[in-house]
């Protein structure tokens, strides 16, 4: 069954293509390749959520303590009767929470297209009281599909540590228009092709070689939004792309 809940802190750093190969090279047999993909690599393909006043959007800009997102997330290439994850992913401070509920996409579709006015029981879901949660944040801010981001991953989990998880996000792409995430993952580049989006995930805190490791390579942990990014690239009226990635610390915590 997939994990529905998680609660864990992540860092986010901005790197090469030269900088993930040396990475890989330097974890040696610390990490395996996760279960998913073709030696833990995959497309994933988001569509995001937002109102007219770009809401969300500003939360996360403004680095609000509490903010959140609500996205509807596909694996590979799908169609509408493959497998969904509608997720609301909330952040406090450093902690990530996510809840997801599993879904058909096109039994996701159905609920946009209807939404909850005819109450939430009729629906095809495998975490009723997560898709209630999901109801009650689209009708608060009153969210409508916004944009679809994709990109190839390439997931490792630790050896001895199964709850550290680091992710390579690279070709990052985005769209406005086709917002159907069965037409597949294409769109136009928000990060130089050249760059790699590292997350490190843990429970509670980097281990201390994987700190060395990051140190000694010069990995910068830095602020890398896909959903600012995307947003001002495919309104050209916010932020500039520059500015989004902000320096704050190296490695661990």
Same mark, same amino acid.
Not at 20 to 38: A, C, H, P, Q, V
């Given at each position: 069954?997939? !994990? ?27 990490? %395996?390749?996760?279960?998913? $993909?073709?030696? $833990? ?5 988001? *569509? ?7 809401? !969300? ?6 680095? *609000? ?33 996510? &809840?997801?509920?599993?879904?058909? *996409?096109?039994?996701?579709? &159905? ?30 801010? $009153? ?9 190839? %991953? ?20 985005? &769209? ?33 070689? *994987? ?10 942990? %830095? ?31």
């Amino acid at each position: 069954m997939a !994990i529905e809940i998680f609660c864990r802190k992540e860092q986010k750093y901005l790197i090469s293509n030269e900088q993930y190969n040396r990475l890989i090279e330097e974890m040696g047999n610390r990490m %395996r390749s996760d279960k998913n $993909g073709d030696n $833990g690599k995959y497309t994933v393909t988001s *569509l995001y959520f937002e109102n007219e006043a770009k809401q !969300i959007y500003f939360e996360t800009k403004n680095k *609000l303590q509490y903010r959140q997102k609500l996205r509807l997330r596909v694996y590979g290439d799908t169609d509408l009767a493959g497998t969904a994850f509608f997720e609301v992913k909330q952040k406090h401070k450093d902690v990530v929470n996510k &809840r997801r509920a599993v879904i058909p *996409l096109a039994e996701a579709y &159905r609920y946009l297209e209807e939404g909850g006015r005819d109450g939430l029981d009729h629906f095809h879901v495998s975490n009723r009281q997560v898709l209630k949660e999901i109801d009650y944040f689209i009708n608060y801010y $009153g969210l409508q599909p916004e944009m679809i981001v994709s990109y190839d %991953r390439h997931a490792l989990h630790g050896v001895d540590d199964e709850d550290l998880r680091i992710t390579f996000d690279f070709n990052l792409r985005c &769209r406005k228009q086709d917002l159907h995430l069965e037409h597949g993952a294409y769109g136009d580049p928000f990060i130089d092709l050249n760059l790699v989006v590292l997350e490190v995930k843990v429970d509670h805190s980097v281990p201390l070689w *994987l700190v060395r490791v990051l140190q000694s390579l010069d990995c910068e942990q %830095r602020s890398a939004s896909k959903f600012c990014t995307s947003t001002e690239l495919l309104d050209g009226e916010l932020f500039p792309m520059e500015t989004e990635f902000e320096n704050t610390t190296i490695g661990g915590n």
